[in-house]
C-alpha cells in the first residue's frame, strides 16, 4: 500500500494533469474540435482522484 505522501503526490500530478486536460478541451471546443476523447480523459480522471481520496482516508484512518 502506498504511503500517504505518496498518495498525495499522485493526487497533485493528477490534478495538474486534469488542469492541462480542461485548458486543451475549452480551446478544442473554441474551435469546433472534437472534444469527447478529452471529456471521457476527465472523466476517468476524476474517478481516480476520487480512489486516491479514499486510499488517502484509509491510510489516515
Same mark, same amino acid.
Given at each position: 500500500? %502506498?504511503? !500517504? !505522501?505518496? +498518495?498525495?503526490q499522485? +493526487?497533485?500530478e493528477l490534478?495538474m494533469?486534469? +488542469?492541462?486536460?480542461q485548458?486543451d478541451l475549452?480551446?478544442l471546443? %473554441?474551435?469546433?474540435?472534437?472534444?469527447s476523447?478529452?471529456?471521457k480523459?476527465?472523466?476517468r480522471?476524476? #474517478?481516480q482522484l476520487s480512489d486516491l481520496? !479514499? #486510499?488517502?482516508?484509509?491510510?489516515e484512518?
Open positions: 500500500m %502506498a504511503t !500517504k !505522501k505518496e +498518495i498525495e499522485e +493526487i497533485e490534478k494533469d486534469y +488542469i492541462r486536460i485548458g475549452d480551446k471546443e %473554441a474551435v469546433g474540435g472534437k472534444v476523447p478529452l471529456e480523459t476527465l472523466e480522471m476524476e #474517478q481520496r !479514499k #486510499q488517502l482516508t484509509e491510510v484512518s
